[in-house]
C-alpha cells in the first residue's frame, strides 16, 4: 500500500523564475528581431492596403466598384446631422418648457415648504441699494437749478457780453485823473492831455476786460468741477446699484436652486466632454505599445502558476487516491468474510485479541473491547477468521499512519454503534 503522506509542492522562486524568464527573452530576442524586420513591413503595407480598401472602396475583376466608408459617411452625414439637429431641438425645446411649466410651480413649493426663507426673500428684495441718491440729487439739483450757480453763470455771460467796456461814472473818474495830471503841469487842454484821456480810457477797458475773463473762467472751472463731482457720484450710484443687484440674484440662486436640475436632474450649462476625452487619451496611450524585456511576463507568470497548481492538484489527488485505495482493502475485508468459519465462534473469541481496535483507541480506551464485542457476537464470522490471520500486521501497519488511523476509527465507531443500540433496545 502507498504512504498517504502529502508533500506540499515547492514554493515557486521568485528570483530564479525572473531570471529564467529574462534569459528566455534573451535568448529568443535575435529570432523575434529577425521575424519582426521581416513580416512587420508586410503587415503594415497589408494594414495600409486594407485601411485603404476601407476607405476608397474596391474594384473586383469584372470592374464592379463597392463604396468605401468615405464615400457611405459623405452620404449618410448630412441625414445623420438632420435627425441629430431635430433630436436636439426637440429634447431642448421639450426641455425649456418642462421648465417653464413646472419652473415656477417648483419655486412656490420650495417657498411654501420653507417660509422662513420666503419671508428673507421679500425682505431682501424690498430693501433699497445703500447708495449715495440724497447727495447726487442735491448737487444735480444746484447745478441745474441752483440760485447761486444761476446767478454765478449769468454773471459770467454779463460780464464776458461787455468786452470789458467802462461804466459812464468809471469813464469820468478816468478822464478826471488824466486832466488832473495834466493840469498841474500847465497842459490841461493841449492835445496831449486829449490823447493821454483816450489811451487811459483804453487801458483800463482792456484790464477791465482782462479781470472779466478770468472771473468767468474761475466760474466756469468751479462749474466743470462740480459737474466732475457729480459724475463720480452717479458712477458710484451706479456700481452700488449693479453690486446690491448682483448680490441679491446669488442670494435667490443659492436659496432657489437651479430651475433645470430641479426639474430635468441636470444643471442648465452645457456638459464639458474634455476632461473626459483627456483621460480617455492618456489612459490609450499609457496601454499602448509593447513590453519588451520584462521578466515579470505575464505570460511566464501564468505558466509559473499553472504548474504549482497542477503540482498541488496531483499531490491531493494522490492522498485522495490513497485513502480511497485504503478504504477499498478495508471493503475487501469485510467482503471476504462472507465463508462460515469451523471450529465455532466461542473459541475463536477466546483467542482473538483485537489487535487493530487497541492500535486505533489505545488499551486504555474501553472502546477497542466493545468493537471486539461487536465482532464476536455482531459481526460476521469470516471477519474473525480474517483479522486471526491478518490483524497483527495489520496493526503494525497503521502504527505509523495516522490519516489510516483516522479512517479506520470512523469505521469501528460505526459499528460499536450498533452495539450501543442493541444493548439499549434491550435493556428498554
Known amino acids: 500500500m502507498g504512504s498517504t503522506n502529502v508533500t506540499a509542492a515547492q514554493q515557486p522562486n521568485y528570483a530564479q523564475q525572473t531570471s529564467d524568464t529574462l534569459a ?66 426637440q429634447q431642448r425645446s421639450a426641455d425649456i418648457a418642462d421648465v417653464n411649466n413646472l419652473g415656477p410651480q417648483a419655486t412656490q413649493a420650495l417657498l411654501n415648504a420653507n417660509p422662513l426663507l420666503n419671508t428673507s426673500l421679500q425682505r ?21 437749478n441752483g440760485g447761486v450757480t444761476s446767478a454765478l453763470n449769468q454773471q459770467a455771460q454779463n ?20 486832466r488832473a495830471a495834466y493840469a498841474a503841469r500847465g497842459m490841461a487842454m493841449g492835445p496831449q492831455a486829449i490823447g493821454a484821456e483816450v489811451q487811459n480810457r483804453l487801458i483800463n477797458q482792456y484790464n477791465r476786460n482782462q479781470q472779466n475773463i478770468s472771473t468767468a473762467s474761475s466760474i466756469n472751472q468751479n462749474y466743470i468741477n462740480n459737474l466732475g463731482q ?26 432657489l436652486g437651479d430651475p433645470f436640475q430641479t426639474i430635468l436632474g441636470r444643471p442648465s450649462s452645457a456638459y464639458n466632454s474634455m476632461a473626459s476625452t483627456y483621460n480617455q487619451g492618456q489612459s490609450n496611450t499609457a496601454s499602448a505599445g509593447p513590453s519588451l524585456f520584462n ?25 485522495s487516491n490513497n485513502a480511497a485505495m485504503i478504504g477499498g482493502a478495508l471493503g475487501g ?48 464470522v469470516w471477519f474473525k477468521n480474517l483479522y486471526l490471520k491478518h490483524g497483527e500486521r495489520f496493526a503494525a501497519f497503521i502504527s505509523n499512519k495516522p490519516l489510516l488511523k483516522k479512517i479506520i476509527r470512523k469505521w469501528m465507531d460505526s459499528k460499536i454503534e450498533v452495539v450501543q443500540r442493541s444493548e439499549n433496545l434491550a435493556h428498554a
Not at 476601407?54 to 452625414?77: E, I, K
Not at 460780464?159 to 488824466?178: C, F, H, K, V, Y
Not at 504548474?307 to 496531483?314: E, L, S, W
Not at 469485510?334 to 483507541?361: D, Q
Open 24 to 89: 528566455a527573452q534573451l535568448a529568443l530576442a535575435p529570432q523575434q528581431y529577425a521575424a519582426e524586420a521581416q513580416f512587420q513591413p508586410q503587415y503594415n503595407a497589408l494594414n495600409l492596403q486594407l485601411a485603404n480598401q476601407s476607405l476608397n472602396g474596391t474594384t473586383d475583376a469584372n470592374g464592379n466598384y463597392t463604396p468605401g466608408l468615405l464615400s457611405m459617411y459623405s452620404q449618410l452625414t448630412p441625414q445623420l446631422g438632420n435627425i441629430s439637429a431635430a433630436a436636439n431641438t
Open 124 to 144: 431682501a428684495n424690498s430693501l433699497n441699494a445703500p447708495t449715495n441718491n440724497a447727495q447726487t440729487n442735491l448737487l444735480n439739483s444746484q447745478l441745474t
Open 159 to 178: 460780464l464776458l457780453s461787455t468786452n470789458g467796456a467802462l461804466s459812464p461814472e468809471e469813464q469820468r473818474q478816468a478822464d478826471q485823473q488824466t
Open 230 to 255: 457729480a459724475a463720480q457720484l452717479n458712477n458710484a450710484q451706479t456700481g452700488m446699484d449693479r453690486g446690491y443687484a448682483t448680490q441679491l440674484v446669488g442670494v435667490n440662486q443659492a436659496a
Open 295 to 319: 521578466p515579470e511576463s505575464s505570460y511566464a507568470s501564468n505558466i509559473y502558476t499553472s504548474n504549482t497548481q497542477a503540482q498541488n492538484a496531483a499531490a491531493a489527488a494522490t492522498a
Open 333 to 380: 475485508l469485510s467482503k471476504l468474510a462472507t465463508a462460515p468459519v469451523t471450529g465455532g465462534g466461542s473459541l475463536v473469541g477466546n483467542l482473538f485479541p483485537c489487535w487493530v481496535a487497541r492500535e486505533i483507541y489505545g488499551e486504555d480506551n474501553p472502546k477497542w473491547m466493545i468493537f471486539r464485542n461487536w465482532m464476536l457476537n455482531y459481526g460476521p
